[in-house]
């Protein structure tokens, strides 16, 4: 028989009789997972894509936001066109007001760089809204299971939370989330219809915490059968427990016992409806079939799902070999050395170039002694990263353009953003992006790349083992010591400029 006063004593054994690092474990994830967003229905905290301090877009830079869509989007979209991309530049200023905020603190790079503002302002929103439509559904999957697991041991692990997150179950539950939500968000269109939905497919992510290979049309059947002559049960349920959302709002120590005891009561539904179901094919989880409230369960082997998380002993040995096997087993000394060579020579291209073109020998770096770190941190991220690419040339050389790509593009606007300079403008290259990058410099750093993993490696690294080690370890740590002078003497007088280098924007 339905007794919400059953449910709720249930909800609070698992919360608050299993001792404090039971519920501190409970406590912390339902909080963190609800700081993510990933409440699986209301929202308690924070979201994943309110990072920050909510506070508003000024009036001034909305009008250069405004004023570069006008004179540089309506005339190539049309007036239409125009209006309908202002709107969603709009709403992702209202809803990332922090990113434009910041982006804003330097005044005079918000104002010539408006364009590659919005371009930034539109990639965190997708990336974000990206994140919130795949990793916050599993999320919500992790956070039942692990409700679902504590009910029935004293001691749940917080990486079970994490247990459906397998890569052979990832897809089917990202598509029956998506599915389920976008279900709830057109019954939304009418109020009552979404409430009545809303308690008739609850049980979905519980069955595929459960059960994280069943399909949505399962999924939803099942639900529907569970919950039919129960919903107005659940609904008035809800109602008794109000004080849970008043508690809500007492920070810190409402949360503490709200989160938990709101967590276990819906696990506690799941469980009611699931032993009173007929329809027992989906059903998979033998652990769940056991007594309830057990304190003498501590080993989560009972449970079908297995662990997605290793242990600590568990990863030793493989992420030895691992990092290894992408290093090419290279050492430390071997990736200072790589810094400071790269670095030289791209400091030598660099100038001789610039020698060759305009006939004036200059120093052409952002430092004041004789290297370029970005060719430096280049090098080392593709041999890095990319040594165990060595088999295959085309996948190397892509790759090694694209890593190249970000990292001078991510230099080109720290150096814009920070010191107002520009020490190099490909606006006027063929197929350039925003004068920060461009193809032929690429496929250059690409090329580069290859050298780097099939040559000058190699060869560093046999000339260090011929130097000996006390004396490759003084000589890097010599260079490491200029270098940072070198910092400090950019930190005191400013990165270098004059001719030739380090424009003023």
């Known amino acids: 028989m339905w007794s919400y006063k059953t449910l709720r004593s249930n909800a609070w054994k698992t919360a608050f009789r299993k001792g404090f690092m039971a519920w501190a474990a409970l406590f912390a994830v339902c909080f963190l997972f609800s700081f993510l967003g990933a409440d699986g229905g209301g929202q308690t905290s924070f979201q994943i894509d309110n990072i920050g301090i909510e506070t508003s877009v000024s009036q001034d830079n909305m009008e250069i936001i405004d004023t570069y869509i006008a004179d540089h989007v309506t005339d190539k979209m049309g007036k239409v066109g125009g209006e309908v991309f202002s709107a969603v530049v709009n709403a992702f200023s209202s809803d990332y007001s922090w990113l434009v905020n910041l982006l804003a603190a330097n005044f005079a790079y918000f104002k010539r760089n408006s364009g590659e503002v919005i371009a930034m302002l539109l990639i965190t929103g997708f990336i974000l809204g990206a994140a919130k439509l795949f990793i916050q559904n599993v999320l ?249 690419f060595k088999a295959n040339k085309g996948k190397l050389f892509v790759l090694g353009m694209l890593l190249c790509g970000v990292v001078e593009y991510a230099a080109s606007w720290i150096l814009d953003y920070f010191s107002n300079a520009s020490y190099w403008d490909y606006h006027s290259d063929f197929m350039n992006l925003n004068g920060r990058i461009y193809l032929v410099g690429l496929v250059a750093f690409g090329l580069g790349g290859l050298f780097g993993v099939y040559i000058a490696a190699p060869r560093i690294s046999v000339l260090l083992d011929k130097i000996g080690r006390k004396k490759s370890i003084t000589i890097c740590a010599t260079l490491a010591a200029l270098f940072i002078a070198d910092l400090i003497c950019v930190a005191i007088f400013g990165f270098n400029s004059g001719e030739g280098v380090g424009k003023t924007l």
């Open 140 to 388: 919500v999957i992790g956070k039942c299971r692990y409700c679902m697991e504590a009910r029935f041991q004293k001691k749940t692990l917080i990486r079970r939370s994490f247990a459906p997150f397998h890569k052979k179950y990832l897809k089917n539950e990202i598509k029956v989330m998506i599915i389920y939500n976008l279900t709830l968000a057109m019954w939304a269109l009418t109020f009552v219809g979404w409430v009545y939905k809303s308690y008739q497919y609850r049980m979905v992510p519980y069955l595929l915490a459960e059960n994280p290979q069943i399909s949505w049309r399962e999924a939803k059947t099942v639900s529907k059968q569970m919950t039919a002559g129960y919903k107005m049960k659940m609904f008035l349920t809800d109602l008794s427990f109000i004080y849970i959302w008043i508690l809500k709002a007492v920070p810190i120590a409402g949360l503490a016992v709200a989160l938990p005891l709101e967590a276990q009561l819906k696990t506690e539904t799941y469980f009611y409806l699931r032993e009173r179901s007929e329809n027992k094919a989906n059903f998979v989880e033998e652990g769940f079939n056991s007594e309830s409230f057990v304190v003498s369960q501590e080993s989560v082997e009972s449970f079908s799902l297995d662990d997605t998380v290793l242990t600590v002993d568990e990863l030793r040995g493989s992420v030895t070999a691992n990092v290894r096997r992408l290093r090419g087993e290279y050492n430390l000394i071997d990736y200072i050395a790589f810094f400071f060579a790269f670095a030289f020579v791209g400091w030598a291209w660099e100038v001789l170039l610039y020698l060759v073109r305009d006939h004036v020998l200059v120093n052409r770096g952002t430092l004041y002694g004789p290297w370029l770190p970005i060719y430096g941190v280049g090098g080392v991220i593709i041999i890095f990263l990319l040594g165990h």
